[in-house]
């Protein structure tokens, strides 16, 4: 993936994955340490904040959809608080007005859990809110695997990365 290619093989997306579940695992790991400091409170409010205002909504708009589709406001409502900037102000916020804390792990532990463990990561407009796989795509993805096996096959590619 480049910024002219701005898309991952199978192999790409698990190896970006393997990094997110890296700093999951540097969260919890942090999280356990100091559990006995945790604001358990605190951290289930920054735990679920993210999905309470970025995700059930949409979530809700996509099931009760005749067509499957939902206002651009819930990509947007997703994208903000599923992102890690949107992450750092709430807990640079929170640190500087209220205090810093190990309870704001949750929100690293939630978004890399997201991205690690379910593959989620920001949602473009032009597909589902829920995960399925677009027909262009799916198209798109078979013929560049039958390009990426005549290279492999021609040698010029032995990796298939």
Partial sequence: MDAKNRFETKTTFALTRLEWLAA???SLVLAFQ???EIRWWVFVLFFAVIDVIGYIPGAIAFRRSRDKRV???CYVAYNTMHSLVTAG???GAWALFVRPEWAL???PIHLMGDRALFGNSLKPFGVAFEPETDP???EFEQRYGKKNARVT???KNAVGV
Avoid: F, K
């Fill in 153 to 155: 096959m021609e040698g």
């Fill in 34 to 36: 100091h559990h006995s």
């Fill in 105 to 107: 792990l949750a929100l």
């Fill in 24 to 26: 999951l695992v540097v």
């Fill in 89 to 91: 102000v709430l807990a």
């Fill in 71 to 73: 206002p651009r406001g």
């Fill in 136 to 138: 262009a795509y799916r």
